[in-house]
Each structure stands twice: as C-alpha cells, then as structure tokens.
C-alpha cells in the first residue's frame, strides 16, 4: 500500500524567512497530493493541493513543486509569519475512491 | 450546515469497555474516514468507506469497527477498549479522494485506564 515519508519532523525558521517540508510517497499511481495545516488544540485543515498533471501550484506565500519522476513533493512557505506556526501534514491518494494516506507531520516554529 | 459532527469530545473509559464515537456529515459527501492521532505518529487512517453499505481498512484497523448504513453517519465502534486506544480521533469527509478538500471533524479525546 502506499506510504508517505515526511521530513524534517520539526523546523524552526526566524520570522520572514522561508520553510520548505519535503514528502516522499511510495505509489506512482497516486495523482493527488494535499497538504494540511493543523494548529495547536484544532483540527487539520486543507491549505493547498497539487493534482500529478500539475508541476507546482502556488498560493500567495505558500507553494507546492510535485516530482513524478522522483515521486516527491514539497511545501514552501514564503515570509513566514507568526500565525504560520502550526503542524503541517502531507498527504497523497491514488484516485476518487481510494483512502487518502498522511505523512507524520512536521512542527513549524517561527521564531521571532 | 454544521459540516463534519463529532460526538462526545472527551470521554475515558476502563480497559475493557466497548463503545462508539459518532461521525455524522450534512454535505452529502462519498468518502468518510476515521483517523487516530497520537504524538510524533501523524494521523493513521483506521476505516474509510467510500460509500453507504462499504467500508475497508486503513492503516491500524484492529480493535475497532465501523459501519456506513447512510451516507450522513459512520459510527467508530471500539470492541474492547485497551490503553493503546488512548488517542484523538478525528472523522473526516470528502466528496472523493481524487482532487477534493477533506473536512475534519473537531477529534474526539479518548483515554483509557
């Protein structure tokens, strides 16, 4: 089955700077590729998503680059700012009737 | 539209015991899943059902149970509740898995002694 790797498991970045969250999947078949953002106490909710016709999405300071090829993926936050603070999660599924799996998430702190 | 409804929100019970966290949905969504979180761990899918009367396993299926009688609902069933079960449960919905936003319910905070 599928199985998605996520690193680094925790990231601190000074505020402005940018993040970047890398995810790995193991299924070439797998075409969609969301990715969550879950704050402290609340539950995780969607923030961008790439579908595998796609190379890279952008939308205003966040961003997501997808290799096939590599079968990679990755989030980059622009100018972070305090509020971006939070557990990020990847996720990948194969198609409309299939589960949706999750990486292990990676902490983000912004430090000021 | 209340979205994705969680009950109850916390809830301990003994090594043992049996009971049932309830999902319910009012966007006439397919896909609904259940997901156990747990520190460092991620969310680990448990059941899905992409679908009333279907359902399949996740990731770490055992010690629970589920049923998709209706699209709204799909109750998560522990058989005998064991302290491994301590964890936050989150229900989710989509319209399908292909391109679509999951929604999460707000978890559900179970320990067991």
């Known amino acids: 089955g599928e199985n998605v790797e996520q690193h680094p498991s925790t990231l601190s970045v000074q505020e402005g700077d940018s993040a970047v969250i890398k995810c790995t999947y193991s299924?070439?078949?797998?075409?969609?590729f969301p990715w969550y953002k879950q704050e402290l106490g609340k539950r995780p909710q969607l923030i961008i998503d790439i579908r595998s016709n796609v190379g890279e999405k952008k939308d205003q300071r966040i961003a997501v680059t997808l290799n096939k090829t590599a079968k990679h993926f990755s989030l980059h936050i622009t100018e972070t700012q305090p509020e971006d603070s939070a557990v990020y999660f990847c996720a990948a599924s194969r198609r409309r009737d299939d589960k949706i799996i999750f990486g292990k998430g990676t902490r983000l702190h912004i430090l000021p | 539209n209340a979205g994705v409804t969680q009950t109850p929100k916390f809830q301990v019970l003994k090594t043992g015991q049996s009971m049932t966290l309830q999902c319910a949905q009012d966007m006439n969504h397919e896909y609904m899943s259940w997901y156990r979180q747990d520190p460092g761990m991620g969310l680990r899918l448990i059941h899905y059902?992409?679908?009333?009367?279907?359902?399949d396993q996740g990731e770490v299926p055992n010690g629970y149970n589920v049923s998709r009688s209706t699209t709204e609902d799909f109750p998560l069933r522990l058989l005998s509740a064991a302290p491994s079960q301590t964890s936050v449960y989150f229900c989710a919905s989509c319209r399908d898995t292909s391109s679509y936003e999951q929604y999460f319910g707000p978890g559900t905070r179970l320990t067991v002694t």
């Open positions: 299924d070439s078949a797998s075409n969609y």
């Open positions: 059902s992409v679908g009333a009367g279907i359902t």
